[in-house]
Nanobody, 112 residues
Framework: QVQLVESGGGLVQAGGSLRLSCTAS????????MGWSRQAPGKPREMVAT???????NYADSVKGRFTISRDNAKNTVYLQMNSLKPEDTAVYYC??????WGQGTQVTVSS
């Protein structure tokens, strides 16, 4: 059974940083495309970042240069380092495996 558990969300001031973690069980992230998406109130869920099994990364234009996705295969964990946070980054952030399996989400709130 695939399980993805996110952590690391919280409240931060604009310009600050947070690092989200997603620990997987039931799959080996080394062989899967993993990623993060987010959903703000009243808006559809949107892709934030993905990393393929070969290490290729892709980012939404809105986060390029500020967010970095990475993977620790030994810990079976995917990270999202978020820098220079803006109020518009406020959302629930979800970890996923190839847009099929999803975690429960972690809230990120950026105050102005």
């Amino acid at each position: 059974q695939v399980q993805l558990v996110e952590s690391g969300g919280g409240l931060v001031q604009a310009g600050g940083s947070l690092r989200l973690s997603c620990t997987a069980s039931g799959i080996n992230i080394n062989y899967n495309t993993m990623g993060w998406s987010r959903q703000a109130p009243g808006k559809p869920r949107e892709m934030v970042a993905t990393v393929t099994s070969s290490g290729f990364t892709n980012y939404a234009d809105s986060v390029k240069g500020r967010f970095t996705i990475s993977r620790d295969n030994a810990k079976n964990t995917v990270y999202l380092q978020m820098n220079s946070l803006k109020p518009e980054d406020t959302a629930v952030y979800y970890c996923h495996r190839a847009f099929t399996y999803w975690g429960q989400g972690t809230q990120v709130t950026v105050s102005s």
